[in-house]
């Protein structure tokens, strides 16, 4: 994958953002079948995987540089995007070494660490960067640790401590969420957080999820998919924001639900913390327009499937309830009703 071609994107404004072929062909399609419940569906994340889009610990792609310009914008507008309790600095150190080894490790063509005891030389060639600074030091970095390095990687984040048999969010860099205020959730525990998720608590899912998440260990990460739907390619659907995107709901028609409606895929990591013994979570966020998802007959017909079935309560709390209907219509035209078999 080749990071040129989408530097211009936009995520607001004349949403210029497009996915090349490339970037269709590793795009992380979320249904292995023709139907979608919720379950505890976390797995290895080692360097395989359907797509390229899964091999490396941090996927970096051609919208790179578009979408660390859409978070500096928001955070010029609302710095309290990210944020991170005074506990947690060995985990902001933690999250700086993990992001710039493994990006160093899987990209040398476009990021270099190097180290001389504490003092660490960082390039990150496509923003420009070459720093010089003292891990450990805070002041010999232009912001905090956390934030200075996920400024330069795609995707939200969010730190968990771990104490007393549960996991809080106790920082994080959001700027790309569908839907959820970290100010609103700083400081829960997991079970406090999902609490608006239908469905999922009754079937047991976070008990069982909770209990694996605590036993994450170091060196062996975690993964698993989350998806949901967006009007526009626009990275920023906060609540602290739905002013400007909700109405966008209401926007959609026959005439424009392929261009118009994306699925929003999250590629969910989880990063045991060495020192910290905290928990690094990465929401990396994928979009595709239902007019390129037409363009593969597997995905277009098992995301008809997936959307014509899908339980009411999740249709209402996805947000999807306004022009589900549309998409159906217009996706059910697409569907020749071939029978489609397990897998992506
Ligand atoms: C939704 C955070 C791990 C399953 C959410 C939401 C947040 C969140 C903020 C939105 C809740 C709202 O509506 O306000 C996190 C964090 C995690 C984590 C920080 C890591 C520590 C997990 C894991 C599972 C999971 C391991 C495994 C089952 C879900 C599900 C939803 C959800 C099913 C509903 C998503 C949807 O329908 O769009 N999570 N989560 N989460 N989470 Fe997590």
Same mark, same amino acid.
């Given at each position: ?193 999902? +609490?608006? !998720?239908?469905?999922?608590?009754? @079937?047991? &899912?976070?008990?069982?999820? *909770?209990?694996? $998440?605590? #036993? ?38 026959? +005439?424009? !639900?392929?261009?118009?409606?994306? @699925?929003? &895929?999250?590629?969910?990591? *989880?990063?045991? $913390?060495? #020192? ?69």
């Amino acid at each position: 994958m080749t990071i040129a071609g989408g530097a211009d994107d936009t995520f607001r404004g004349k949403f210029s953002f497009r996915n090349s072929d490339a970037a269709i062909i590793r795009f992380p399609f979320p249904f292995h079948e023709d139907r979608y419940m919720y379950a505890v569906n976390l797995e290895p994340h080692t360097h395989a995987g359907p797509t390229d889009a899964f091999v490396r610990d941090f996927d970096v792609d051609e919208h790179y540089v578009a979408e660390c310009r859409e978070r500096a914008l928001v955070l010029e507008q609302d710095p309290s995007r990210c944020r991170v309790l005074a506990h947690m600095m060995d985990a902001e150190w933690d999250t700086l070494e993990l992001l710039m080894e493994s990006l160093a490790r899987d990209y040398p063509a476009l990021f270099a660490l190097d180290k001389d005891g504490a003092r660490w030389r960082w390039r990150n060639r496509p923003l420009g960067i070459d720093a010089t600074f003292t891990f450990g030091d805070p002041s010999t970095l232009p912001q905090p640790p956390f934030e200075y390095i996920t400024r330069q990687v795609q995707g939200d984040f969010t730190l968990q401590d771990q104490r007393d048999d549960n996991i809080y969010i106790d920082g994080g860099m959001v700027t790309t969420q569908a839907d959820w205020s970290l100010d609103f959730d700083l400081g829960m525990a997991f079970h406090e957080w999902h +609490g608006p !998720v239908p469905v999922a608590h009754d @079937l047991g &899912v976070f008990d069982r999820a *909770l209990k694996y $998440l605590l #036993r994450l260990q170091y060196g062996r990460p975690v993964r698993r998919l989350n998806w949901t739907m967006t009007v526009n390619p626009r990275l920023d659907t906060s609540p602290e924001n739905y002013p400007i995107w909700g109405p966008d709901r209401a926007t959609v028609t026959a +005439g424009n !639900v392929g261009e118009r409606l994306h @699925l929003r &895929v999250e590629l969910q990591t *989880l990063f045991r $913390l060495p #020192r910290s013994n905290g928990i690094l979570f990465g929401i990396r966020c994928y979009l595709i327009s239902l007019n390129e998802i037409l363009r593969v007959p597997k995905w277009r017909r098992r995301l008809h499937r997936v959307l014509r079935d899908l339980h009411p309560e999740l249709v209402t709390y996805k947000g999807l309830s306004r022009y589900l209907p549309t998409a159906v219509a217009f996706l059910a035209a697409h569907d020749d009703g071939a029978l489609t078999g397990p897998g992506i």
